[in-house]
């Protein structure tokens, strides 16, 4: 594999960058995190670690000469999103109107971007689920879906950020020596953004005074991104893996958020509204800490991923995936109702 040395270094410098030059303005105009009933973090934090990402992303692509009719509608996409993400954080805008937004990236995606989930794969035994005309429905869906769940596990320092590094770095590995250099560009970048941005998230060499958040615009556009190349990564005859090998690969944001909606809706509560009832909440109110129960998460992530990347590269039947997937799932949500 032809490791693009040039935009990898570009992305990180410029991240580095954007988060010194945006830390002031942002604390200027109270671009910031304060804490709550629900968050305990020390004074006000800079919601800059979207923004920041994404320069160095879109920097790289423009600094390294690199064909922009290639990227152009991840671009539209991932600005609109971004954008969408800036105001949540400054203004909260309102639940439907997030959605509106997202949805209408989604719309974008599939229908100009040229990304869709055509199938499900072989996960009953019997076939690939073909879905037809149903194939933008559940494209929508399923990026929608992506967005919401790297922000629903955004809940401790370091959570969101590590979990999806992860998932960037074994969509890396499964990527060597496929033809989808494209979308191998896309995660190399964020695997670049992302290790700059958790130095400043978890304050490694760094005060804890001058600590940043991703915020929704950071949340958004890594889950947008992790959606846009598992969908197209995983469909075509030239797929890099199997749909069920990415459920593995973004395992516990999409274990969380399936858990929390569930959750909410048998409560009568609205699927949107946020609760201290995530895994990390559990774990911490268990007497594990908060590094800890970080730790914890991030492993079981990684086992996740690599469990899946193994039986990509061994050939495990996509049911055999499949219904070890619904029993971790079940396992999960089980000991979260017994909590």
Known sequence: MNIPLLPILIASVTTFVAISLLRPFAISINLVDKPDNRKTHAGSVPLIGGIAMF?????????AQIDLNQYNYFLLASLIIVMVGVLDDHHNISVSLRIFFQILVAIIITTVGGVSLESFGNLLGNGDIILDVWAYFFTVIAIVAGMNAV???????????????????????????????????????????????????????????????????????????????????????YRVFAPVTALWLFAVPLIEMVTAVLRRLTSGKSPFKPDLDHSHHLLIRLGVGEKSALLILILFSLLMAVIGILGELYGVAERVMFVGFLLIFGMHFVSHRMA
């Open 55 to 63: 320069l160095g992303v879109v920097v790289s692509i423009l600094a």
């Open 151 to 237: 922000n629903m596990v955004d809940g401790i320092h370091g959570l969101a950020g590590g979990n999806s590094l992860i998932t960037f770095l074994a969509i890396v590995f499964l990527c060597i020596g496929s033809v989808s250099q494209i979308n191998l560009l896309i995660a190399l970048l964020f695997c670049s953004v992302l290790p700059i941005f958790l130095i400043n998230n978890l304050c490694i060499g760094v005060s804890k005074s001058k600590r940043i958040f991703m915020g929704d615009a950071g949340s958004m556009l890594i889950g947008l991104a992790i959606a846009w190349l598992l969908i197209d990564l995983s469909q075509g005859e």
